[in-house]
């Protein structure tokens, strides 16, 4: 586990766009005023997609670095607690608070120390790689909820 190209791929694919778009691409340039709409029959508005990922992102990495971690509360402490945003900033303190994390989720990756194939130590049997490809699955599955969701208010406008 510890092969450059496989850390590379993984570190990579936190951010690509290679087989469907990216996170990035979901949020970009989404009008303010339909951040907290959720469509009819839908039970998400992109704000509560966009908070839950970072939110459940952070969680992981919480989880893979810090020995205190301490599990939190199902669902209330996964997703915001309102469909909008409380500020007109709070979407772009979330995207750059996502990227960040992101980062520290790739350096993680990228570090040579750290054998992937390792159980986290605080942990059970939850190793370092299998919480990278969680982040993975998790985002992609709301990456494809946000574009459904960005279609049905006439935000997404395909290529």
Request: charged share 25%; hydrophobic share 45%.
């Amino acid at each position: 586990m510890s092969d450059p190209v496989i850390r590379d791929v993984l570190a990579r694919s936190l951010a690509w766009s290679e087989a469907h778009l990216n996170l990035d691409e979901a949020v970009g340039d989404l009008p303010e005023p339909l951040r907290g709409i959720r469509p009819e029959r839908l039970p998400h508005s992109p704000w509560e997609l966009l908070e839950h990922i970072r939110i459940v992102q952070r969680d992981i990495l919480d989880f893979s670095l810090d020995g205190t971690y301490r599990e939190r509360g199902w669902p209330q402490d996964y997703w915001p607690s309102s469909p909008a945003p409380p500020d007109a900033e709070a979407w772009d303190r979330s995207i750059a608070a996502l990227i960040e994390d992101r980062e520290k989720l790739q350096a993680l990756v990228q570090d040579a120390k750290v054998e992937l194939a390792a159980v986290v130590p605080h942990g059970s049997d939850q190793t370092y790689i299998r919480e990278v490809l969680l982040v993975l699955d998790h985002t992609a599955y709301h990456v494809g909820q946000l574009v459904v969701v960005r279609k049905l208010l006439g935000a997404w406008v395909s290529a």
